[in-house]
């Protein structure tokens, strides 16, 4: 029985070496030259010595139970294909930064707060001196923390919401997890500002100051203030990288994959763990991915892992309830405020699509190319939804988040790659 | 290892990317935009935005955070 794991961060590793341990012949494809995901970044990891790991590879396509693969440097031409046939596979693709455009997000010196921490914890560099981050969750202070490590100096770390909410759900906490969120709040206290947020960032050709404002509880503004900076990070939680379980077929359930208390997705012999079910942090990504490579392998029940999985969602569902996205960053907007980076879509094109009473997800998107760009609307395609259901008040209902990732080919190839693969790889 | 940056020659990393060396040169943009010719440099740093666009040993449109350097790349950049 042959076991594909596809993700080699927290969920596809534990996956993997679950799915070894019962017995499967099993490889893990993953994109990164190293092991460990986001979560271990700069600190790779190992897998059980039984997995084939493929590194620098990445799954491209699927049809059924053939896994469509490319090997070599990023995006470079001369990367090797080969197809991988699978009797399971389990999808541990992760997610990526969720961010709510402003104006002046696409100012250089704006960053993710993922790319932020990835810098510092992959590359060892500051995204900047004098730092703002904004946004919402309780990611914002390990990655505030890793900026400290590498020299900036975070000036503030602002929340949209409270922060506070999770506080009211204490048993859904793991007494762990609740002792690592305190012990981050303790060290970055003086910098900690709920209910404020970075609502424009300025400057020519590069961020110089950003705009802070006080928020209501639906986050339109209160008041605002101007504060000097040489970068700003952003995340408003994050999405999940779906597009291989979208072309497989995996249904989804609120913009993730449905997934069983195995990890069994809705197509038989798929099965998801980690982030493309939910997000709820490395732990719980790395029980999951234990349960799902365990049912996939057909071994014996993971009792201790599933009890983890049972509280960990537990804890991801408080946390979520406690980081909501309000619809008041509408009003942040400017008419000229980009929404689709790649295609330079502004609020006003969008709002112009819109009124001309586009009938759904193709024609809006051709009518005001948004999503249409190198990213595919990854990076827009939730806030162009957002924004295109509140102006058209929901009269019509614009996108699906399938329709969002659909992508056949979920990672671009070079048309000189595409021209060299074998037929029966096509 | 030795790698070139728009033609000046500098020293890299195992494990640096184009993404980290060009920030480490203090670059923070080397791109613009199609319409508007709006700077572009790294926004997400995992791979997915496509922001931050090189030519890399005569192959365009590289993802600067995703390529690891190796030794000789001849990075170029559209905005020197
Ligand atoms: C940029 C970023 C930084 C983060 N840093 C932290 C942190 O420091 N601390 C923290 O607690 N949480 C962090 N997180 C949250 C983090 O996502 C989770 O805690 C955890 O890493 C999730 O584990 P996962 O296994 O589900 O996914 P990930 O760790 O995201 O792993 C998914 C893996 O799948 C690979 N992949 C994706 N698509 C394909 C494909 N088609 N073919 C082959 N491989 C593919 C990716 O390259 C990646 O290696 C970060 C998130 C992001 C986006
Ligand atoms: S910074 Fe987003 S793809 Fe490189």
């Not at chain 2, 010719?37 to 995992?46: E, M, N, Q, S, W």
């Amino acid at each position: 029985m042959r076991v594909v794991v596809i993700g080699g961060g927290p969920a596809g590793l534990a996956a993997a070496g679950a799915a070894a341990a019962a017995g499967a012949d099993t490889v893990l494809v993953d994109s990164e030259p190293v092991l460990g995901g986001q979560f271990h970044r700069g600190h790779p990891q190992r897998v059980d010595a039984r997995v084939r790991h493929l590194a620098n590879s990445t799954v491209w396509a699927v049809e059924g139970m053939r896994l469509h693969v490319r090997t070599g440097q990023a995006d470079s031409p001369s990367r090797t294909g080969e197809v991988l046939n699978a009797d399971a596979v389990v999808l541990a693709t992760g997610a990526h930064d969720r961010v709510v455009p402003f104006p002046g997000w696409d100012l250089p010196g704006v960053y993710t707060a993922g790319a932020a921490q990835a810098l510092a914890k992959g590359q060892g560099i500051a995204i900047g001196q004098r730092v703002v981050v904004s946004g919402t969750g309780p990611f914002l202070l390990p990655v505030a923390q890793s900026l400290k490590a590498v020299g900036a100096e975070v000036l503030r770390i602002c929340d949209a919401n409270t922060g506070l909410g999770w506080l009211g759900h204490p048993r859904a906490a793991s007494p762990a997890k609740l002792a690592e969120l305190l012990g981050y709040a303790v060290r970055l206290r003086s910098a900690w500002r709920p209910r404020t947020a970075v609502v424009a960032a300025h400057g020519e050709d590069k961020v110089n100051a950003v705009t802070v404002a006080k928020l209501n509880p639906d986050w339109t503004i209160r008041s605002q203030e101007r504060i000097a900076v040489d970068a700003v990070c952003v995340g408003h939680g994050f999405t999940p990288r779906l597009e291989l379980a979208v072309t497989a077929g995996c249904t989804l359930v609120d913009g993730f994959v449905a997934v069983e208390h195995t990890g069994a997705t809705s197509v038989p012999g798929w099965y998801a763990a980690g982030e493309v079910t939910g997000i709820g942090g490395a732990d719980l990504a790395a029980a999951e991915g234990e349960v799902a490579g365990t049912a996939a392998a057909r071994g014996s029940h993971p009792s201790r892992a599933l009890a983890k999985v049972r509280s960990g969602r537990r804890f991801a569902a408080a946390l979520a309830a406690a980081h909501p996205i309000r619809a008041g960053w509408h009003t942040w907007l400017t008419d000229d405020t980009l929404v689709c980076r790649c295609e330079e879509v502004t609020y006003k094109d969008l709002r112009a699509a819109v009124d001309l009473d586009a009938a759904g997800t193709r024609t809006f998107k051709l009518t005001s190319r948004v999503g249409l760009g190198l990213c595919q609307g990854r990076t827009c395609g939730r806030a162009a939804i957002d924004i295109a259901t509140a102006l058209a008040s929901d009269r019509r209902t614009f996108f699906t988040p399938a329709d969002l990732q659909r992508r056949p080919i979920a990672t671009p190839l070079r048309l000189a790659e595409l021209a060299s693969l074998p037929e029966e790889d096509l | 290892m030795r790698v070139t940056i728009d033609g000046v020659p500098s020293q890299a990393a195992q494990g640096q990317t184009v993404a980290g060396a060009l920030l480490a040169a203090g670059r923070t943009s080397w791109r613009t935009t199609r319409h508007a010719g709006k700077p572009r440099g790294v926004f997400c740093g995992i791979g997915v935005c496509f922001d931050c666009l090189v030519t890399v040993n005569g192959v365009a449109d590289v993802r600067a955070c995703q390529r690891v350097l190796v030794d000789g790349d001849d990075i170029r950049t559209e905005e020197p």
